[in-house]
């Protein structure tokens, strides 16, 4: 089999091609020109056993969003740290059991609100699994939309992933392989939304374990997913509620 990658690469910013990526970043001058491959800050690797375990499952970015995340296996270790300049955080939790967990945030321009950003969030999707069912098949790049307490949101499940990229990692870069969509190779489910001045992008991303057919593993990774998107949203919101009733000093 190739190890190539199918020729879209889609990045987050959040789910858009690279170019548009660089387009919504906050840089000056000609943001098409400029690149975001590399660390900012990090990446910084946080390993926990036995008592420590429960310091991984807790996770604030700034003021930006927090998540419990949940303690249904053991962690292997956290990965956080900021690319694009620092536009762009990125979290990332392994599992013990072939899923690792994803909250990748970046900065929605000013001139944008944030049914306008949505809109395009999802165009970038779209045209993104076109480009991918022109050269593959449909089912490699699947797009929907869904609601959440925070919004519209939309939703992907993308087929059989190429290796890390360590300048830009996933869900930051997707790529695809250049291989059938079976036998399946690994899985990813995806949630995007916007909130605040934000984009969000949570993601997680798996492979079957021995004998787990495409239906099983999409099921347990579709769970995680949805379960992250609320315990996000509900902590950012009482976050955002504690900090709106402290005085102003």
Known sequence: ?????????????????TAALLAALPFQGDAQQRSVRGWAEGPYQVKGTGGAQSLLFE?????????????????????????????ISFYRLRYENDLSAYVVTSTVPKDRSPADEYRILLQREQESARAVASVASAERYRVDTGTSSFGPTVKLRLLNLGDDDPDEPFPVSRALLDAPDEPLRSLSVHRLFVHGGSRYEIAVRGVPTEGEG????????????????????????????????????
């Open 1 to 17: 089999m190739k190890r190539n990658t199918l020729p879209v690469r889609a990045s987050s910013a959040l789910g858009a091609v």
């Open 214 to 249: 495409r239906a099983a593993l999409e099921a347990r990774a579709t769970q995680l997913a949805d379960t992250m998107v609320d315990s996000l949203q509900t902590c950012t919101a009482a976050m955002e509620a504690k900090a709106q009733a402290q005085p102003a000093r």
């Open 59 to 87: 996770w604030k970015f700034l003021d930006v969003y927090c998540i419990d995340m949940p303690p249904f296996r053991p962690a292997t270790d956290v990965v956080h740290g900021t690319l694009g300049g620092g536009a």
